[in-house]
Each structure stands twice: as C-alpha cells, then as structure tokens.
C-alpha cells in the first residue's frame, strides 16, 4: 500500500510505562519495548535514567525528557520540505494507510472532504490523547448529530512524513477507520496520478 522516499529520517518516541530502572516505549509506532538504563537500540535511544515519574532520553544524539503519555520527535537536519511519499488506492479506489498519532498506530483514509483529522474516541485514548480537555461542539452525522472534543495532536506520521501540532477532532463513537483531513494534507502538495497519490511537505 505505502512506499515512501525520504532525504532523513525522524524517530518518534513514546513512554508507555516505568519501572525499576527500566522504561517501556513505542518507538516509530512499533510494539513496546522495554529499555534498561544505559542501554541504546537500534533506532538511536538511549535511557539515561528513571526519576521522579519521568524518564530522560538521548535520542538520535538529542536528550529529551518525557512523562508517561509523552512522545518526542526528532527530525534529521533536512527532513521539511523534500519528504515525499506515495500512497496507492485500493480496489474501491479509496487510499487507506497505517501511521501513527503520539507514536501509537493508527490506520487512515485520506479524506480531502473532513477539515481536519478524524479519530474515536478508543483510538484517542489508545494514542494518549486527553480529549475531554479540548473544546467540545457537535457534528452531523449519518446517524445524526454527535459529541465532538477538537483537540491539538503532538504529532501525525504517515509513512516518513511527520507533521507536529496537528488539529484533529475526536469522535464520542469509535470511528471505524481515522480519516487523515485536511488539517494533515492543507501542509502537503498533492499530486494524484491514476491510483497512486502522492503527498509532498510543504511545512
């Protein structure tokens, strides 16, 4: 489905959980792993130490310091404007993808007619969004008016292309799929060609 280019990449890390000298992250919207102290991975984290409820990271050279629910991202140096990627539509000529919101995964239907990015409320709580401190309004739906919570997401990756501080709303319902809306793809230049789509950075 998802085949991407990119100049550099970015890692994007979220703490889950601590304990005794060890803390459980997501990293790139893999599975959990646990990483004791002093120990780096593959992907260039390091867990410097665990205190006062908080874990200190060195991540891709960078320290940074998260809370349980926290996610970070650092970008290479010329990771803006030339990242690319390329989606494919699927028999019903729609384009889905797997991404992640706050690290977590999450699987988008691109959807230019939604203003902004669309999750349920499970979804939302599984990417550690606390929506119930968002604005609240009302949408129309299919199946009449709903609760909605807008809210602002630390950040939305789909495949190397990452974007921080991302609008969004969330539904009261679970939604079926998260529909990737324009507060994702106003940010892009988007070029569709037969069944392939393809989204370049803009900002």
Known sequence: MLAAASVASATDVALVGLYSG???????????QSIPIGVKTADGVKLLSVENGAAQFEIDGRKQRLMVG?????AGRDEQSGTVTT?????????????????????????????MISIGKSDAVRANVDYQKGQMGMSMTANGAVRVWRVTLNSVRVGDLLLNQVDASVHEHDLPIALLGMSF???????????????????
């Open 87 to 115: 989606l494919t539509a699927d028999p019903n000529g729609h384009f889905v993808t797997i991404g992640t919101i706050n690290g977590a995964p999450m699987r988008f239907l691109v959807d230019t007619g939604a203003t």
């Open 185 to 203: 793809l106003n940010r892009m230049e988007m070029k569709r060609e037969g069944q392939t789509m393809t989204l370049k950075k803009r900002y």
């Open 22 to 32: 060890k803390a459980l992250v997501v990293i790139d919207g893999g599975r959990p």
């Open 70 to 74: 926290q996610n970070a991202v650092t």
